[in-house]
């Protein structure tokens, strides 16, 4: 008797799961989606580091240095001058990664001591992806002083040193660079999960149907459910900003109203895809499950824990249409970088472009979807 209750109540369950589309969706698609596009992007190896080369030496040993650091393929010369400034410059700007500055006088410091230093000057934002260019560079060095003592005939292979200097995080804390990409989530689980859960609460009341039917418009009702959560999403910010600042100790470099006009356009995005995730899920269960799973992809995908640089080059393209990937660079490019409006403005254009594309296309499926 017991057996066959289970039987039927088991019956009545998968019926359950398999009617729910939603679910069954999340189920099996979701999953196999993150594993194929998360197992490429989410790496700590920094495969390609774009150098800027100050080869103040110009000897046979400074050329050969630079080739060897080009011929691993963890460095991809992109830039060069006999001028630091100028690569200094090009750092800001986001045009490359590491600077290699070849000090005059490398091939007489080998030859006649038998060491010599070269500097590295990382783009510590990302203090991690920095330390392993640091190692690569270190490495591959190690590797060239061993043949120039082949080559040479010494039993002792010279010394080149890597003397590093980090831009923006000179410590590589790793709480800096963490606590403004942590911001951004935070801001997104308010803008986004809040606003599927509340439309979807009143859809279970049926209090949806009711407004549907009232004077009321559409819009009107849209503008009065986003509001006030947008609203609160930017006074989490404020809190968050204030407690990154005194209690982790996190540098704020750059301006604050940039950063609260930033992430006012940024949430128009976030909260259309809670808008639109309320008009795929029935119940909160729902809702809340279909945005864990769009969150975890925009996490992994946005830099936040690993360099979006470490990617693939088709998993970049990809990750170029998440908007929390372009918020996370701008929040850390003015906390930690002091970045005005003219180096943030790539970034600022993209969160307005998918902000406005986002929540068009939300409101227009809830306006279907209610009609």
Request: glycine residues 8%; aromatic residues 8%; without cysteine.
């Amino acid at each position: 008797m017991k057996l066959r209750a289970l039987r039927f109540l088991l019956r009545k369950e998968f019926l359950q799961i398999r009617r729910d589309h939603v679910i069954l969706g999340m189920l099996f698609g979701m999953p196999l989606v993150q594993l194929l596009l998360l197992a490429n992007a989410a790496t700590f190896e920094v495969k390609r580091a774009r150098m800027y080369v100050v080869d103040q030496d110009r000897t046979a040993i400074s050329r050969g240095l630079v080739r060897r650091l080009a011929g691993s393929g963890r460095f991809e010369p992109t830039e060069a001058s006999g001028s630091v400034a100028l690569a200094d410059e090009a750092m800001l700007e986001r045009r490359v990664d590491v600077i290699v500055v070849v000090p005059h006088g490398l091939e007489a410091d080998v030859v006649r001591d038998g060491r010599a230093s070269v500097q590295l000057i990382l783009n510590a934002e990302d203090g991690a992806a920095a330390g392993v260019i640091r190692s690569y560079a270190g490495r591959i060095l190690g590797s060239y002083a061993a043949e120039l003592a082949a080559e040479s005939g010494r039993q002792q292979p010279p010394r080149i040193e890597v003397r590093q200097r980090g831009w923006y995080n000179a410590e590589l804390e790793y709480r800096d660079y963490m606590v403004p990409g942590i911001l951004v989530v935070l801001v997104t689980m308010v803008g986004t999960l809040l606003t599927a859960m509340n439309i979807v609460r009143e859809k279970e009341a049926g209090t949806l149907d009711q407004l549907n039917v009232t004077p009321v418009s559409r819009g009107t009702f849209i503008a009065a459910k986003l509001i006030p959560l947008w609203s609160l999403a930017l006074l989490d910010l404020a809190i968050g900003l204030a407690v990154a600042r005194f209690v982790f100790g996190v540098p704020v470099r750059g301006s604050i109203l940039l950063v609260f006009v930033a992430a006012a356009v940024y949430l128009a995005g976030a909260l259309g895809i809670g808008l639109w995730i309320s008009t795929v899920a029935e119940t909160q269960q729902q809702a809340m499950f279909v945005t864990f799973s769009i969150m975890m992809v925009y996490m992994l995908m946005s830099g936040l824990f690993t360099p979006v640089r470490a990617m693939p080059e088709w998993a970049q393209w990809v990750a170029q249409l998440s908007p929390v990937m372009h918020f996370t660079q701008l929040m850390r490019a003015v906390l930690l970088k002091g970045a005005g409006p003219a180096d943030v403005a790539p970034q600022f254009a993209m969160l307005g472009v998918i902000g406005a594309a986002v929540l068009a296309l939300a409101i227009r499926q809830y306006r279907k979807r209610a009609a």
